[in-house]
């Protein structure tokens, strides 16, 4: 279960139906979101930049592609153009190697927040007192 779907069945009610419509609803936005990720992140529109910095995944695929290969200096052949891969995820990706730290310190935030949040729900938000 990830922290979402952790948020979702402590502020919904406790009903199997709409925490499972809230389920597959958000995790079916999220997974859209998240395949689209790499092939428009140069066209995402800035009204909806602030979701692609919100998402975890964005960082994640940020860390391992910018750790692995944002160092080498190797000229590759892409769409026609000869570029060394470090200037490759710099352009296409928007990938800076000096920005990896960045994505480690809210890789490792984004679980503390989310089940520091959590926490607060399942204190403060009881649906089921009488």
Sequence with gaps: MTGEE???????????????????????????????????????????????YLTPT???????????????????????????VEVFLRDYFGFHHDQLPLAYVLLALYPIVLASLFAYCISKLNFQRR
């Excluded at 999220?30 to 529109?45: C, D, G, R, T, Y």
């Design 6 to 52: 952790e948020e979702i069945s402590e502020i919904s009610p406790k009903s199997p139906k709409v925490y499972s419509s809230c389920i597959h609803d958000g995790t079916e936005d999220l997974n859209s979101f998240v395949e689209l990720i790499i092939a428009f992140l140069q066209k995402i529109p800035n009204w909806w930049i602030w979701l692609y």
């Design 58 to 84: 964005s960082w994640s695929l940020n860390a391992m592609l910018t750790s692995q290969y944002g160092d080498i200096k190797k000229d590759i052949l892409v769409f026609g153009e000869t570029k060394s």
